[in-house]
Every structure is written in structure tokens, then in C-alpha cells.
């Protein structure tokens, strides 16, 4: 089920490996990729494959060389100008096309590396395009063929989608959702209502500006009155010619984030809304003309979990983008403590911090996650996409059902894992830059913002590991129950992907707390181990980042260069801003209008305009005290 490495590839020729991958510039960083134990092109064309690499410099170059993408997010925008640069971003990933059918048919991994490396550059684009293309369009189409026609308007985007679940008081409790559909079997319509404005819909990607329809989730009502649950229905929420709101939609944007500020988060409230019969997305349910109810899943907890099976998708994405934004600080970090001296056993000579164990530490068991989380998403993607398209084809097999629910466990299990891990890591590599890393045009402060919210979206990562937690032990019990029933060989009740989803989801419930106390409690003898390994591993490092970095103008950090020249780097981007070297426009309210100082704050004067002594403040009531009033304001009058 895992992806299989590139063994022949990467024993191919030298020369191949040369043309896809060009040598790093000579300098300060050379020392270390000379001690490599291993050939970092070899690895890179053994991971990912000839094709793969291929196509990531397709991409790249693309991005280096189109003037919409010239400005960087990090640079100075205002929030509207950094909102229209993404959208005509998005509007670029449309006209690129980097991908053909054929091409994602014959190795749909391209997909996943297509999306990687647009986020590396900025996330904001990217998933506003995801959003559209991947979680509107693939929960249209997954839906029935009825859509097909339908589809074909999202990619080519005459219409754009937004996919919007949670409401103003209700997200992870997607049960409390409280919008209702209600069919009318007179005009063959569903009325969409926000009974009020705690049930506007919230947070949703893409729907702040320019969404024109929404995969809006709503509780089902048939002419009986019955509520029949969770279902979800496409409505138009902008004219797709003026981008105004619909009649009975109001529709906004709900502000400034602390990151991915490209991306448009919307609010929207319905004031019954009338939608067409054929707008229910019959994913788990649909209603016949006369208003009666069917659904193919006899079980509402099952129809229930069906509906939301759109979520399993973006976990698995979010899996892999909190894996790149690890992978982003370490290349930054990395080469960064590979380049600065501190101290050193003479004055004369100063060593790179990265041969100081604090900071191999700090940073050689987040390298090591990175190649481990990074392949893990790409098998699990693998897998996703068997799934996927067992799903279009209604596949029955007992592989496809077992893959569902493999799927389900893993997802929501390694999206918290991924996620977390990449959220501790960006601020240790932050941390691990010292006083640099808190600049912002060396992207530590970004990328960790960005990676913030795959803490939280597509299920909050705390709730998600619980509901893992709960459902792996109910399947231990009922396996346990069967084998206590008809006593087979265990095996037979605990097939591998069970021990592995345990495993998985045991690891991550107590992930940080294994990392603490191992920390605390590791022994002397392990301590010298690992300090050994790191000895190893750290004349490695560099290489070993050299693999995953993408070009220095998408990983757009001055300290973070494959060249190595952090000082030189630094000095280059902090001399091109924008008047750095200017006198501030206000120097006249220093030089000119000094300030008009009421009174000289001199200590003595103060201690004797004090009420009381300390001792008498200790003791005295302030309305016994006379004078303090008069005190308080003299202090309070000094500008
Ligand atoms: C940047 C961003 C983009 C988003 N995009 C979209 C989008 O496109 N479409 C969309 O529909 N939604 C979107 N969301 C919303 C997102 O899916 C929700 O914020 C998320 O599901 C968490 O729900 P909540 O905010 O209601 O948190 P709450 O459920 O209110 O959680 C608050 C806290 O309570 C804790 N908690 C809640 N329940 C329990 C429990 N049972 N046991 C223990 N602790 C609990 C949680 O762990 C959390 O710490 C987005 C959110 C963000 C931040």
C-alpha cells in the first residue's frame, strides 16, 4: 500500500540527475554538503522519481518567472491588495494547467506534489484553488452524475465554491448545526434558513469575497416535519456576472487572521432561500418529488458519518501541508545553523551552531520526523485515491469498505500528529535562528501562522484524537467479544491495519507526553546513544535538507539560501526595502514640536507629593487619606 521508492531510478546515471538537479552555489554551506555520508540528488531521485522532480521544476520555474507571483506574501500589503493578488494567483494555477488527465490518471501523486508546491510558495492561493477544486468539486462530483454538467462549470470556473459546515456557534459540534432545508413538494424547491445570525455560517474558505456557490450543510426537513439530519445542498450564493449577493443571502467577510490572509474566510446568513429539488447533494438521502424521504443507509449514525466523508479528504491534505511547513522551517533553520559561528574553543575561532548538541537536539528529531511524516502522507494519499475512485465506481468490495474505514482511523489520527509536530517544530526553528528568526522576511513567523489553523480545521486536532481514541477501542472491544465468542488464532481478529491504527492512534494521543518524559526520564547510557547519532547525523543535516528545499525563491528566506551567504543574504533583502534609509516622514515631531512637559518628573519631588509614607500607605484607608487624591493626578497629569 505504500508508495514504492525509485530504486531503479535513483541508480540511474549521474548526468540525468545533474540536468533535474543543479549543483548549490559554492560557499559557506559547501563544508557541510562535503561531509555528506550519501549523494543528496541520488536521495532526492530515489524518493520522489525522475518524473516527480520533473514536474516540481515545471512549477517552480513557472512561478519564478510570472510577474503575479514576483511579490512575496511576506512583503507589505494591505489586506484587500494581498486578497486580489491571491485570487489572480488562483486564476494563474487555472490557466497553467500543470497537470493533464492522463498525467493524474497515470500517477495521481502528481497531484498531491502539484498542490505541495504551489503552498510552498503560499499557502493562501493554493488553498483557495484546493478549496474549489478539491473540496467544492470533489463533493459535487462524489455526489451523483447528476452534477457532471455542473462540474464541468467549476474547472473552468465560471462559477467559483466554498464548502461551509460550521456556523457562529457550532463547528466541531457539527450535530448542533442549525440551518435548515426545507422541501416544499408545491413548487419542488428546499427553503434554505438561518434561523438566526448564531447560525450564519462561519469561517468559510473562499466565501468572504468572491465565492459564487456553497456546499452549504443543513438539517433536512420533509413536508411531514420530520427532520431527517445532516444533509448538504449546493446554493448560489453571488451572481456569477456582478459578484452581488443573491436575493435573501448576506454574505461578508469576517476579518483580519492571525495568518493565511490572502484567503477570504466568509460569514453567510439565508433568509429562506429557495434552491431547486435537484440542489441536494443525494450523497446519503434524497427526497421524491411528493416529499418522502430514502436513504441508502439504514443506520442514521452511518449516514450521519457519510455525509461529513468529504472532511476525511481535507485531513488528508492537511496531513502533508503541516509535513511542508516542517520541512520549509528545517531547510531554513538548518542551513542557518549550519552558517552562524558562536563562540569557540579559541577567540579566533568560532564554530557553527549546529555542532553544539543543545541545537542538534532541538533540531535533528524534527528532521527525522519530516522524511517519516512526509512518506507516510504520500502512502496514505496513495491510498486515498484507491478509495476515491472505488467510490465513483461503486465499488462493494470488502477492500473498499476495510479502506474506508482505514482511511477514516489513519486520516484523523495523523492529521493532529502532523500538524502539532509542525507547529512545535516552526517555533523551535524559530527559537534555533535566535534574534534572525524573528524577522520577518525570513518566513519562520509565517509558516508557523500558517500551519497554526491545521491545528483546528477539518476537526479540532484535541476532539478528533478523542473520537479516535473512542472509536479504535470500540473496535478492540468488539474484536475481543468475537474472538471470546468463536475462539479463532488471534491474528484472525487483529489484522495488521488494527495493531497499525492502535499503534497509531495510541502514539499520537500520547506523542507529546512520550517526547517529555523522555525527555525527563531518559537514561545516562540512551543519552550517550543518541548524543552519538546526532554526532552522525548532524554532518548530514544540510544534505539531508538539501533533498526537500525547494529553490530559494519559493522557500523566500534570506537566512535560509542554498548558498549559505546568511550575512551577505541579509544585507541584500534588508537594503532593497522600501526606504530603509530615509528620514520618517514624522522626523518633525521629534526635531521640531518637542513636547510641552507639564511637569518634571523628579524623584524627591514625587516621594513628598506622595500622600503617606509606605509604611502609612500599608496602614491608612484611602478616604483617610487627604492629600491622594490631589497626588494621583499630579502623577497622572505627567505626559
Ligand atoms: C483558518 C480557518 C479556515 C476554516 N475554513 C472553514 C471552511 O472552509 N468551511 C467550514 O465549514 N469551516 C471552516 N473552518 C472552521 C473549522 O472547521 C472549525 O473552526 C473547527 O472545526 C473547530 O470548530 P470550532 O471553531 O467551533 O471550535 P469549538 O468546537 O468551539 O472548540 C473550542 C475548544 O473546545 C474544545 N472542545 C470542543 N468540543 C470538545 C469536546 N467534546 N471535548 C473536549 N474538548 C472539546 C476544542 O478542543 C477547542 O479547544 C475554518 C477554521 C479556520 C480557523
Known amino acids: 500500500m505504500a508508495p514504492t521508492p ?298 450521519f458519518s457519510a455525509a461529513l466523508g468529504s472532511l476525511s479528504t481535507g485531513r488528508i491534505l492537511i496531513t502533508a501541508v503541516s509535513a511542508t511547513n516542517l520541512k520549509l522551517a528545517l531547510s531554513i533553520a538548518i542551513r542557518f545553523s549550519a552558517t552562524r559561528h558562536q563562540f569557540g574553543p579559541t577567540d579566533e575561532e568560532e564554530i557553527p551552531v549546529i555542532e553544539y548538541q543543545t541545537q542538534q537536539w532541538r533540531l535533528l528529531p524534527y528532521l527525522a520526523a519530516a522524511y517519516a511524516l512526509d512518506y507516510f502522507s504520500k502512502s496514505l494519499f496513495e491510498n486515498f485515491v484507491e478509495f476515491y475512485a472505488g467510490l465513483l465506481t461503486k465499488q462493494r468490495s470488502q477492500r473498499q469498505a476495510d479502506l474506508g474505514r482505514e482511511i477514516h482511523a489513519l486520516s484523523a489520527a495523523s492529521k493532529p500528529l502532523s500538524s502539532w509536530t509542525a507547529q512545535q517544530a516552526a517555533q523551535e526553528c524559530r527559537e534555533a535562528c535566535g534574534g534572525h528568526g524573528y524577522l520577518a522576511m525570513n518566513r519562520l513567523g509565517e509558516i508557523r501562522n500558517d500551519n497554526d489553523p491545521n491545528c483546528t480545521y477539518e476537526g479540532d486536532n484535541n476532539v478528533l484524537l478523542q473520537q479516535t481514541s473512542n472509536y479504535l477501542m470500540k473496535e478492540f472491544f468488539l474484536s475481543l467479544l468475537m474472538s471470546l465468542k468463536n475462539p479463532l488464532p488471534l491474528p484472525q481478529y487483529f489484522p495488521y491495519r488494527w495493531v497499525l491504527c492502535v499503534g497509531v492512534g495510541w502514539r499520537v494521543f500520547f506523542f507529546r507526553y512520550i517526547v517529555a518524559l523522555f525527555r525527563l526520564a531518559i537514561s545516562y547510557e540512551v543519552a550517550k546513544c543518541v548524543s552519538f547519532l546526532f554526532k552522525q547525523l548532524k554532518d548530514d543535516a544540510v544534505a539531508l535538507v538539501d533533498v526537500f528545499a525547494p529553490p530559494d525563491f519559493i522557500l523566500n528566506s534570506p537566512i535560509g539560501k542554498a548558498s549559505g551567504e546568511l550575512y551577505k543574504n541579509m544585507w541584500a533583502e534588508i537594503l532593497q526595502g522600501n526606504k530603509v534609509l530615509n528620514r520618517p516622514s514624522w522626523w518633525a515631531e521629534f526635531c521640531i514640536n518637542k513636547p510641552h512637559l507639564v511637569h518634571f518628573l523628579n524623584p524627591k519631588k514625587l516621594r513628598n507629593q506622595l500622600c503617606c509614607s509606605r509604611t502609612e500607605l500599608k496602614t491608612a484607608s484611602p478616604t483617610k487619606c487627604s492629600r491622594r487624591k490631589n497626588h494621583i493626578t499630579s502623577v497622572e497629569i505627567y505626559p
Open 6 to 303: 525509485n530504486v531503479k531510478e535513483a541508480t540511474g546515471n549521474q548526468s540525468s540527475w545533474n540536468t533535474l538537479l543543479p549543483d548549490f552555489p559554492k560557499g559557506p554551506l559547501s563544508k557541510y554538503r562535503k561531509k555528506a555520508s550519501f549523494n543528496w540528488k541520488e536521495m532526492a531521485v530515489f524518493l520522489d522519481g525522475e518524473d516527480i522532480i520533473r514536474l516540481k521544476n515545471r512549477i517552480f520555474s513557472a512561478l519564478e518567472s510570472d510577474p503575479f507571483f514576483a511579490h512575496h506574501p511576506g512583503e507589505e500589503l494591505s489586506r484587500e491588495k494581498y486578497q486580489e493578488l491571491t485570487f489572480l494567483r488562483c486564476k494563474r494555477l487555472f490557466e497553467y494547467d500543470f497537470l493533464t488527465q492522463q498525467e493524474i490518471i497515470e500517477n495521481p501523486l502528481k497531484i498531491l506534489n502539484m498542490v505541495i508546491c504551489i503552498g510552498m510558495y503560499d499557502w493562501s492561493p493554493c488553498l483557495q484553488f484546493f478549496l474549489h477544486c478539491g473540496v467544492f468539486g470533489g463533493t459535487i462530483l462524489s455526489a451523483s452524475k447528476r452534477f457532471a454538467d455542473f462540474a464541468k462549470k467549476i474547472y473552468n470556473m465560471e462559477i467559483f465554491g466554498c464548502f461551509a459546515l460550521t456556523e457562529l456557534s457550532h463547528g466541531t459540534n457539527t450535530k448542533g448545526i442549525r440551518t435548515t432545508a426545507t422541501f416544499d413538494h408545491n413548487t419542488q424547491e428546499f427553503i434554505i434558513n438561518s434561523p438566526d445570525f448564531e447560525a450564519a455560517k462561519f469561517w468559510v474558505g473562499n466565501m468572504g469575497k468572491h465565492a459564487t456557490h456553497a456546499v452549504v450543510y443543513a438539517q433536512l426537513y420533509t413536508p411531514d416535519g420530520q427532520c431527517q439530519g445532516l444533509h448538504s445542498f449546493i446554493v448560489q450564493i453571488r451572481d456569477t456576472k456582478t459578484l452581488l449577493p443573491m436575493p435573501g443571502v448576506m454574505v461578508g467577510d469576517i476579518g483580519k487572521k492571525i495568518g493565511q490572509n490572502g484567503l477570504d474566510n466568509g460569514f453567510a446568513m439565508f433568509h429562506n432561500v429557495r434552491i431547486p429539488k435537484e440542489s441536494i447533494l443525494n450523497i446519503t438521502g434524497d427526497v421524491s418529488p411528493e416529499g418522502k424521504y430514502s436513504s441508502s443507509f439504514k443506520d442514521v449514525k452511518e449516514r
